[in-house]
Each structure stands twice: as structure tokens, then as C-alpha cells.
């Protein structure tokens, strides 16, 4: 219990010496604990050979801000687009929720600025690092919901996440690939993409997934990522561009072929 005690006061003196106020500030909220946000700006990999809890990085804060944003944008997206299906709207809030999404959002409190991370991963750019800004991103609005509720966290929202809606749902980079090749097979080849996890490598804080899609029980691509969403992305797009490839040259093939002429029937006079 002194332990952790002690975690309480550090927490609390290292971000006030840290930030100055400063993140507060940016946010536009001032908060009543604010041992809260320091705990949602410690990454796991600021614990690596200390002697503290693993539960003390801000992984259970993101859990927590993951779900507030995402019930806020469904409320968000159902307001603002009255006439959209369900179907409609599901994409564009994964799009809006998306890790890339938090992670641009983040640079607008220069979140990188604050975030505690581990030396090793510090060196290998982790500062710079979507997953890592985007986990911290989710861990504030968490901080922010259990210090002030859910108004103050759509407030923030409002404020800095809603207003980009536009511009994250028009980017390229939210196509949902894996939606895209369902819809591709089961429209062309009436089958369902397999995803197989091949790989997992790197260190707990850096992984690296490996996943292969599998259509007719044939392998098509393998994709990487940090996580298995992004790997799964990533093998879809590439499968799409193979498969696509593969009707067009048969629709090619198909429209080369010469004719056969069929033999012209007569119908005899009486």
C-alpha cells in the first residue's frame, strides 16, 4: 500500500513538473486528480525494469476512453447523418475511431510531448509512433471521463475530434480493405476470405503481426502490422489488388476468345 502510495505522489509531481499545466490547457479542462492524465500518459514500456506494477501504465485507461469514444461517436453519427443506414454508418465510425484518426487528432495537444515511454522505445522513435499516440489519445478521454464525466469528454470531443469527421472519413487511408474483399468474394467467387495469423514477433511493447488470407483455399497475401486489425488491412488490400487482377485478365481472356458461330437454322417451307 506505501508503494503504491508513493507511485500516487510521483505520478502526480512528475506531471505537474512535466507539463506545466500546459496539456491541460490544450484540452481545455482542468483537472480535479490529476494524477488521472499523468497515469493515462505512462506506456508500458516506461516500466520495463522498474519496480512498479505492471497495472500502472495507461492500458486500462484506454480500455475505458476506447469505449467512451466509441459510444459518443455512434451517438455523434446518429445525429448528424439522420438518413444513413446501419451499414453506412458503421463505416464511417470505423473510420472516426480508428487508431490513425486518434493519432492525428493527438498532435493537436502535441500529446507526443507529454507521453512516458521507455528509453529503448524512445530510440527507436516511439514518440512518433500511431499505436503509441493513439492508445494515449483513448487513455485521456478515459482520464477525463472519470475526473469530470461524459460531458466534459464530449466537450473535448466536439472540440477536436468531430470537427475532422470530414476529412477522416474522404481519406484514402480509412478504406476498410477487409470489407472490400468480402464483398469482392462473396459477389465474384460466392465465398467468404480466410485470415490466418502466421507470425508474431518483437518484444511485447513492438510487435509485429503476420497474417495470410486464405479464399478458395488458396493463399493470396500476407500483411504486417502492429496489431492483428492492421495486418489483416494490410493482407486484404493486397489480396484485393491480386484477385482483381486475376477477373480482369479472365474477363480479357474471355472477350479475346473467338466466337463460335452457330449454325444457322432454317425453318423449311411447307
Known amino acids: 500500500m506505501e508503494d503504491q502510495n508513493l507511485l500516487h ?15 491541460e490547457a490544450k484540452l481545455g479542462y482542468r483537472f480535479r486528480d490529476p494524477e488521472l492524465l499523468a497515469h493515462a500518459l505512462v506506456h508500458r514500456s516506461f516500466l520495463v525494469g522498474k519496480d512498479v506494477p505492471y497495472a500502472s501504465n495507461n492500458e486500462r485507461l484506454e480500455f475505458l476512453g476506447d469505449s467512451v469514444l466509441n ?17 453506412e454508418l458503421s463505416k464511417r465510425k470505423s473510420a472516426i475511431v480508428s487508431g490513425h484518426a486518434c493519432a492525428q487528432s493527438s498532435k493537436e ?31 485521456v478521454l478515459g482520464a477525463v471521463y472519470l475526473d469530470g464525466g461524459l460531458e466534459e469528454v464530449r466537450a473535448i470531443l466536439n472540440k477536436f475530434h468531430f470537427p475532422r469527421v470530414q476529412e477522416i472519413i474522404s481519406a484514402t487511408d480509412f478504406v476498410n480493405y477487409k470489407s472490400e474483399l468480402l464483398e469482392f468474394c462473396q459477389g465474384k467467387l460466392r465465398c467468404s476470405p480466410e485470415y490466418v495469423i502466421v507470425g508474431e514477433e518483437g518484444p511485447e511493447h513492438q510487435k509485429v503481426f503476420t497474417v495470410e488470407v486464405v479464399v478458395n483455399g488458396k493463399s493470396y497475401a500476407r500483411g504486417q502490422g502492429p496489431n492483428k486489425k492492421k495486418a489483416e488491412q494490410e493482407a486484404s488490400r493486397l489480396s484485393l489488388e491480386t484477385l482483381k487482377a486475376e477477373a480482369a485478365e479472365a474477363e480479357a481472356k474471355k472477350a479475346a476468345a473467338p466466337k463460335v458461330k452457330q449454325p444457322a437454322h432454317h425453318i423449311g417451307l411447307p
Open 71 to 87: 459510444m459518443l461517436t455512434t451517438e455523434y453519427l446518429y445525429r448528424t447523418y439522420p438518413s444513413d443506414p446501419e451499414g
Open 109 to 139: 495537444w502535441d500529446l507526443s510531448e507529454y507521453v512516458k515511454i521507455g528509453k529503448s522505445e524512445a530510440k527507436m522513435g516511439g514518440r512518433g509512433k500511431e499505436s503509441i499516440l493513439a492508445d494515449a489519445y483513448e487513455a
Open 9 to 23: 505522489k510521483i505520478l502526480k509531481l512528475w506531471f505537474r513538473q512535466k507539463s506545466g499545466d500546459g496539456l
